[in-house]
């Protein structure tokens, strides 16, 4: 996310390349930008980028649809938030689609475009000598670079449920010309270089792409230019997603993967990775089922697995539903909160993994049944600790799984989520990353882009737990994608990046929004706390410095500080075709949320 004050000049350049891309945009969408919250009709988007959400109204204003500007949006931040995202990385996407006749069947799709693990990968690929590498050497390598799933998630997206007025080439337009003319540096791009230079300086290609010629990153204020990824988008844009899972894209991500191009005084071991040529043309995104839950006389749908959003905050309100939140008083209801999430963690880390390869006994963790026996072990006081998972065999319809007790890393991850309407009533909400800021650190010569660490989010450190490394197998996530339908319409959208805080960061906001009645953009701004089955809770200074920590604190919660927790977007839909839209604030800089029609 940009800091403030970024870039006006380039507001001009996105209403040039939409105009080339054969969507016009009119004078008043280079008037005043990035508001963190917008109300109006017409459709609106919330990203954490301005040029972003401008690519997405003005995909709008043209009369794509949401998911037409929800691909333009995201193709834009895939050039100015590539530490974060991009066409290197995967995603989940969450679709609303309005229906067509006056009382016809809405449908809510879900859309999977997760990284996989190559053929070639086995349980014990990031181990030696029978122990898992650290962290930073799984990260830092071919071996964690799953096959991405963004341009085939992208092009799909477009296929299903786009509007066919944009083709992939008008969408990637705007963020083609933007990475041709470039930005201006700002201290957050400066910060994430800064952050991965000890590594990058060890790459070639990384550091020609973000590094100057003293070795220092891109300083502040100066402008940054991506002609090598403007040429890769230009590639897909002629050849569709086939040219980047086939060909000499594919070829060269191969090639960077497992014999990585490494200076000679690099001080760092860079493992080469196992991926083929097939297992990018293997490559699948396909349409998945969401998860389902009644809340509050709602109807919550997530994304299920691989990713663990659906079914974590989908538990969790389960067990919260057992109590009357609204009557609480606020500190009462955050304890609530913060152990129904420990005890959802406890399940997600013993039963999620790739349904494709485990059975993950999805219908008894949702059932209402199974949450009652585990709101039955809250009490007043914080577990000092972590609890053990629960059996949902019993509410699993006859399905049995093999769990495995495993703590939630603390890696809070990066990652982006957008959030877009139109005035169809569709709705796209879309999380989408490259997993650690900066990936695996490996550039793909003259592509320009980073390719992912995706398979560090696989519990490496075990051979026989439901989400270990295997084959073509994707790796477990907690993206969390969420749409609230109420008497089947729109209510809610919203999602956020943050690695396995995703989860409590959705949750939290669904709480404040639906049960405390906090409004949506203040429920997005509200100070967070992260409680994810550990003997402490990680916090905001803000939430720690509350009243209602100091009274968490007396019934046995312990706090640890984190600068943030996610950065969210979303969305309600008020009636009438009114929507308010909401980003952050502050966070990261603060977001940007846009309407069509003020
Ligand atoms: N890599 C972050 C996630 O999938 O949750």
Redesign the pocket.
Known sequence: MRGRGFRSVLVTLVAGSLALAGVAVSADSAAPVGPPTSTGTGGAAATVERLATQAAIATLRKGGNAIDATVTAAAVLGVTEPFSCGVGGGGFMVVYQAPLRPRGRPHVFTLDSRERAPAAMRPDSFMEGGRPLVFNDARYSGLSVGVPGTVRGWSEALRRYGSKRVTLAQALAPAIAIARSGFEVDQTFFDQISDNRDYFDDVPASAALYLDADGTPRDVGTTFRNPELAQTYELIARGGANAFYTGDLANAIVQTVTAPSIAPSANHRWRPGVMAASDLAAYVAPQRAPTRVRYRGADVFGMGPP?SGGSTVGEALNILEGYTLSGMTREAALHLYLEASRYSFADRGAYLGDPDFVKVPLRGLLSKGFAQTRRALIGERAVPGSVPPGDPAPFSGGVTANGEASITSTRA?T?THLTVSDKQGNVATYTF?I?STGGSGLVVPGRGFLLNN?LT?FNFDSVTHPNRVEGNKR?R???APTIVLRGGKPLLALGSPG??T?ITTVLQILVDRLDLGTPLPQALANPRATQRNGRTTTAEPAFIASPEALALTGRGHAFVSTPEVGAATGMEFLGGGRVVVAAEPARRGGGSALVVKP
């Open positions: 990713s991850g990652t990353t997993e995706e989010d790796p996530s907690s993206m690695g396995s995703i």
